[in-house]
Each structure stands twice: as structure tokens, then as C-alpha cells.
């Protein structure tokens, strides 16, 4: 088989039914034998599964019940795949220099021909079955042919003596001819059993092998039809791989419905380098196409080879790798391709390194071919494909075969015209340099996201994502904390209650501070680091506001936390990112009338000008966590009704290490009247 078609099949793609069901191999036991201890379940002996049912497939009978083993299932593809082993074997012809062309005809009855002009398969009598014919043998019987030793064929694509037998066996008719010996023998055949036996039909000069053949509409449904179009392409494609080859095309017009031409030579003696020039002819390249072709000295092998580079991308790919081992499409590459880009990167990094660019240490292969047309066809002896299919290269020899026929070409290709390798050169780096941008963008992303499934467990974030526009509350204590949760707004709003006091950080070492999981976990909240890490665009927040209660231990814990951002981060403060809430003390209500007083002096401005001549029920909250949610969100949190003090920094920022020391004096009364004096009220311009 020449396939490139999956085969995996082969390997229980399609599940294994017995040939023939016998009804009572489902039927429930028939006969049960006592069990020999309680611990065993009976056994069962099924009298309709014995030895006779073991079936051993003679001939060709296989391939037609399993045809999806031999050529991938029996849709279009596989119809098609039947023109492709006819075309190899007459390419294989061609490659081992016997052939010189190749003719391709598609009648109007639906029969398709191949002839070449190559030896003519043998049909003198097989030694090993004097009945037969050799012709006989390679079109009757699997793994029959004339490619295993390597003396007929040296580099052929042809490896298993499979192909021709099978297109015999899934045909309705197949007609061979064969000129040699100086006669003209013909032998018919009909799903894979002789007709006839080979007969003389009469003396001839030519020589050669024809294949005329048509499809078993049993196997491939009535309507199949090898389709023009897809004939063509496949004919023109094989040409390319092998220039001392010319193949002619011909269809019957009727059976044409679009553009393909009913009669056309593919002729292509520049090879892959013509395949590549017409496949990027309306393509910008970044300069010529590089290509070329080497021959093993000595022994059987070649390269050929044609890269072009384009910034714009081939149409619907940025590059493209097109791989071939003697003609046989691998379209999952392998040791070829692997070669092929080893060779270049290494010419393309030397070439910088000797006009003395230092970046061409920066590219790989993935660099060099990302953005690169790449046909490459390989001649081997003995190819190891991997698995089946035939769609992946594996022979080592191959890499090593590319690479040494490269590198030498490329060099020099790269140093005769320096402007255009610059070019290249410049490109690829370009491209390396974007590389390298992106993995450290992903890296970052994979940070912050990792930090993010890190954020401290008790914190309610809010939804929004971006920083623009959030707040986190840090709460005294968790009653305060639940309160502030059920009135945030979820969407913008965050709350991280802490628990007790924290560590007074204006006496602690960095160690210590460190170390205070409170701390910490603010930290990893607002999403930045402490000291010269911290870095202001990692701010989660936009506002990070200090909720504490009106009273002395909550001025302590808001200055304690005042003294640790400006310790710590203080471009928070500087870009007034720090603000205290400003709870009220009071709550003065007289009938429905209710209002709120943030202080002594704010109660009797509120007295004085609401409740004038009432007695109002006036109350004084212990703590934010006495409050209602909504109480809260209508004090202190809701930004339409709040108010919020900025904390501000002194225009002299030196007095602040003073200040600072003063605040952590042991008069917390002090400390209180600090803040409230000092703290900056924006409360009506701040919020829209
Ligand atoms: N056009 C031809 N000219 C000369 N010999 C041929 C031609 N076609 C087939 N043969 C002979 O018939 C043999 C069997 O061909 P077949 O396609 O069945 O197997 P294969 O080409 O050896 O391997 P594969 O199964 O991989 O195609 C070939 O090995 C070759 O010896
Ligand atoms: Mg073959
Ligand atoms: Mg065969």
C-alpha cells in the first residue's frame, strides 16, 4: 500500500463482529455444569462457539469485507485512494528510472486507466506457484511484489505488496495490459478473481503497464464516480515530486462540470521549486524561493527541497510544510521536516552570528518556520513510517540526510545575497523577540491568576474585575464584617474583616510584620506587596477605605493600619488611595423622622436644626456591628449617602516620621483626635 490514508482502522477502528453470527452465541447457556465449589460461578460451554466458527479469510476475501483496513473506509477519499495505488505503482516505475510518463485517463463509462512506459509487471510463471503468472500473483495475493529486497526498486513508495491486489479486489472489472518481452499480455479480472488466465495477445514493440479499472458500486455505493477535479489534482500533485516524470491527462468531457481541462501535461522540471513558485504567485514573499535538490553520493537517496518566507502569510496559514518520502504524502511530518528546520535555523543563526547580530541567538526552529511555504520531498530506501498510515515519517537516516543536503545550499544561498537574508533574518527575529513577549505576558496572566485563587478566604470580593471604580473595606471584626457584607454592593464592593488587633507594625521587625497573618492577608487582598515591590498598578482596588467603630479602640486599629500603609506602601497614600469611613455615633429619630450624627458637636447641630422643641429617642452605637446592614449602607457605605475622609499625607513629608511616633504614643485619646482633626473630608465632590 502507497497510502496516506488513516488506517487506523486496523487496529479495531471498526469493531470486530464475527463474520457470520451464529443465533446461538447470544442465546442464554445451553448446558450448565454443576460448580465444582460453592465459590465459583458455574461454567458455560457454548456449543455454537466452537472451532468451526473460527474462519480464516482466503485470497482477496478480506479486503472486500473489511474494505476500511485496506483503504480507509469506502467513502469519496477511499474511492480515490483505489487511483492513488495504481498512480504510485506507476510513479515507483518512473522514480527507478524506467518510466518516462504516465497516462491518465477518465472515461465517460466511469473507468479509469493508468499506463506507463516503465517495464511491465512480470507474467512469465511464479516460481513458487507454477500455475500462475507473476502478474497473477501481485494482483491475486496480498503482500505479494516486487519492492521488500530493494533489488527491483531502490527508493519506491510502494512497501507492501498490498496496493494493486486490493484495487483488483474492490473492482468490479480490472483490465491489465503489459508490453515487454516484446508482446502484448492481457489479463481481466472481476472483484479480485481472474476472467481469464494471462494470454498473448500479439507481438509489440512497446512496453509498459496499463490499469484500466472500474470501481464495485457493491462496495462503494451506486452513485460513486471518481470525480474529474479531484483525479486531476492528484496527477498534477505527483508530477512536482518527480521531474523526469510527464503525465498526461485526459477525461471524457461529459464528466466535466466545472474547470478542470479534459485533456493537460504535467510536466515540472524545476520540480517542487515550480510547485512552490505557482502555489505563492499571488503571495508578498520576503524574497526568492530557496530551493534545491541533492543526491546521495553512492548510494540510493535525495533531497529536494523549496522554502520561500512571507510576512503576510500564505491565505489562510502564516506558513505552511508540505512533507513527501518517495511521493507518499506524510502529513504528519516527521524526521524530514525535523531536519529541514534544524538545517535552517542553524544556516540562519551562524548567518547572524557572522554579520554580527547578537539576536539570532534568540531563534528556534518554531521561529524559522512559522512563517515559512516549506515543500520537502525525501528519496529513502527502506522508509519507516510511523504506525500504519504512512502519514508520519520515522526513519532517523532521513533527519540526518536533510539536514547534511541543506546545509551547505543554505549557507551559501544566505551569503550571496545578503540584502535578502538581512531580510529574512530581521523577520524571524522579529518574530522570536514577539515570542519571548508573549510567554512572559503569559507568565504574568498565570501570576496574578494564581494569586488570585490565593486571595485570603475570608475576603467577600467584589464581582467586577477590573480595579476601576472598586472598594475594599477593611472591617473591624467579624459581626462588623457581616453587617458590611449583606450592605456592600456586590459588584463593587469588597470586605475584608479583620480579626483583633493588628500587630503595631511602627515597633515590629519587617520579620514579624511579615510573618502577621492579618497583614498577610491584606496583602494578598489588595493584590500588591509590601516595601519595594510594591507596585501601584497591582492595586486591586481603586479605594481601600478603613471601616472601624467610632470609639477609641477603632481610631487605635485604623491608625495601627494608617502607620503600616504608610510604613509599607506609602504611594497608596500619596495617590489617595487610603480613606477611613466615617460611621456615625449617634442615631436621632423622632417619629419618621430619623437622622444621624457623627459626633457631640454633629448631635447638636442635628437637635438644633431638626428636632427643635421635640424629644427625640437619641442612640448611641457601640460598635458597627450593632448596626443593621442597611443602616450601614446608608451611613457609611453607599457612596450617594456616605461621607469619607481621604487620608492625606502633610505637604512636609518629613514631619511624618515625627507624626508617626506621636500616634503610637500611649494616649490613644490622642491618637483619635490625630486622625479626626487631620483627615481630610471629601465627602461631596468624591462620590458621583
Ligand atoms: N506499473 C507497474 N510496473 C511494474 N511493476 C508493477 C507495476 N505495478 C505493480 N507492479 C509490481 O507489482 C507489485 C505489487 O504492487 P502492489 O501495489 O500490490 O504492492 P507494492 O507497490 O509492492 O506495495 P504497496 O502495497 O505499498 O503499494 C509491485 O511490487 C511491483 O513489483
Ligand atoms: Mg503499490
Ligand atoms: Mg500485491
Redesign the pocket.
Known amino acids: ?2 497510502s496516506n490514508i488513516p488506517q487506523s482502522s486496523l487496529f479495531g477502528d471498526e469493531p470486530e463482529k464475527p463474520a457470520s453470527p451464529s443465533p446461538e452465541a447470544s442465546a442464554p447457556a445451553a448446558r450448565t455444569t454443576p460448580a465444582p465449589t460453592k465459590q465459583h460461578a458455574p461454567v458455560t460451554v457454548d456449543p455454537g462457539y466452537g472451532a468451526s466458527s473460527i474462519e480464516v479469510l482466503e485470497g482477496l476475501e478480506p479486503v472486500r469485507k473489511r474494505p476500511g483496513m485496506y483503504i480507509g473506509g469506502t467513502d469519496e477519499k477511499a474511492l480515490h485512494h483505489l487511483f492513488a ?1 495504481v498512480l ?3 510513479m ?2 518512473a522514480v527507478a528510472g524506467h518510466a518516462k510518463a504516465i497516462w491518465v485517463e477518465l472515461d465517460k463509462d466511469g473507468y479509469l486507466s493508468v499506463r ?1 512506459d ?4 512480470p507474467v512469465d510463471p511464479h516460481p513458487k506457484y507454477p500455475g500462475k503468472s507473476a502478474l497473477e500473483v ?1 494482483l491475486t495475493m496480498l503482500h ?4 521488500f529486497s530493494g533489488k ?1 526498486y531502490e527508493t ?10 486490493v484495487v483488483n479486489a474492490l473492482s468490479e472489472k480490472l483490465e491489465v495490459t503489459v508490453w515487454r518481452d516484446g508482446y502484448e499480455w492481457q489479463q481481466n479480472f472481476s472483484k479480485g478473481h481472474k476472467l481469464t488466465d494471462v494470454i498473448q495477445v500479439g507481438p509489440s514493440k512497446k512496453k509498459g ?1 496499463l490499469e484500466r479499472f472500474l470501481p464495485d458500486p457493491e462496495i462503494f455505493g451506486p452513485e460513486a464516480r471518481f470525480k474529474p477535479a479531484r483525479v486531476y489534482r492528484m496527477a498534477k500533485a505527483k508530477a512536482y515530486l518527480f521531474r523526469g516524470v510527464q503525465i498526461f491527462w485526459k477525461c471524457a468531457p461529459e464528466l466535466i462540470h466545472d474547470q478542470t481541462p479534459a485533456e493537460d501535461k504535467f510536466y515540472f522540471p524545476n520540480g517542487l521549486a515550480d510547485y512552490l513558485a505557482e502555489r505563492v504567485k499571488d503571495t508578498e514573499t520576503l524574497g526568492d524561493i530557496f530551493s534545491g535538490r541533492v543526491e546521495r553520493k553512492g548510494e540510493a537517496g535525495a533531497v529536494e527541497w523549496a522554502v520561500v518566507w512571507s510576512g503576510a502569510g500564505f491565505g489562510e496559514h502564516d506558513g505552511f510544510c508540505q512533507s513527501y518520502c518517495n511521493t507518499i504524502p506524510t502529513p504528519d511530518g516527521g524526521t524530514h521536516e525535523a531536519g529541514l528546520r534544524a538545517a535552517l535555523t542553524r544556516s540562519l543563526k551562524a548567518y547572524a552570528e557572522m554579520t554580527g547580530d547578537k539576536r539570532g541567538g534568540l531563534i528556534t526552529a518554531e521561529d524559522v518556520a512559522a512563517q515559512a511555504g516549506i515543500v520537502i520531498s525525501v528519496f529513502i530506501r527502506n522508509p519507516e513510517f510511523q504506525g500504519q498510515t504512512k502519514d508520519r515519517l520515522s526513519s532517523s537516516d532521513a533527519q540526518r540526510l536533510v539536514e547534511k543536503a541543506l546545509a551547505d545550499p543554505f549557507d551559501h544561498w544566505l551569503t550571496s545575497s545578503p540584502k535578502q537574508a538581512d531580510r529574512i533574518l530581521q523577520f524571524i527575529v522579529e518574530r522570536a523577540e514577539e515570542r519571548l513577549k508573549r510567554r512572559k505576558d503569559k507568565e504574568v496572566a498565570r501570576a496574578s491568576a494564581t494569586r488570585k485563587l490565593r486571595l485570603p478566604g475570608k475576603l467577600a470580593d467584589c464581582a467586577r474585575q477590573d480595579a476601576v471604580g472598586t472598594e475594599l473595606f477593611i472591617v473591624e471584626g467579624d459581626s462588623a464584617g457581616g453587617s458590611a457584607k449583606q450592605g456592600r454592593n456586590r459588584n463593587t464592593q469588597a470586605i475584608l474583616p479583620l480579626r483583633g488587633k493588628i500587630l503595631n507594625v511602627a515597633s515590629a521587625t519587617g520579620e514579624k510584620a511579615r510573618a502577621n497573618v492579618e497583614l498577610s492577608d491584606l496583602g494578598l487582598a489588595l493584590g500588591v506587596q509590601p516595601g519595594a515591590r510594591f507596585k501601584e498598578e497591582d492595586l486591586r482596588y481603586e479605594r481601600v477605605i478603613i471601616m472601624t467603630d467610632a470609639d477609641v479602640d477603632g481610631a487605635h486599629i485604623a491608625s495601627l493600619l494608617i502607620t503600616y500603609f504608610y510604613r509599607t506602601m506609602p504611594n497608596m497614600i500619596r495617590n489617595g488611595n487610603l480613606f477611613l469611613a466615617m460611621p456615625p455615633l449617634y442615631r436621632i429619630s423622632h417619629g419618621k423622622e430619623t437622622h444621624y450624627a457623627k459626633d457631640d458637636a454633629h448631635r447638636a447641630e442635628i437637635l438644633a436644626k431638626h428636632f427643635k422643641g421635640k424629644k427625640p429617642e437619641i442612640g448611641r452605637f457601640k460598635g458597627l456591628g450593632e448596626m443593621m446592614p442597611a443602616q450601614l449602607k446608608e451611613t457609611t457605605m453607599d457612596p450617594r449617602t456616605r461621607t469619607l475622609a481621604r487620608v492625606t499625607l502633610p505637604h512636609d513629608e518629613e514631619d511624618v516620621e515625627d507624626l508617626v511616633e506621636t500616634l503610637m504614643g500611649r494616649k490613644p485619646e490622642l491618637r483619635f483626635r490625630y486622625i479626626q482633626d487631620h483627615a481630610e473630608f471629601v465627602a461631596d465632590d468624591l462620590d458621583v
Open positions: 500500500m502507497t495505488e504510485d505503482n506507476a515507483d516505475e506507463d516503465g517495464r511491465g509487471i501481485v505479494s511484489g516486487g519492492k527491483a519506491s513508495g510502494g512497501l507492501h505488496g498490498v496496493g494493486i491486489s503497464t
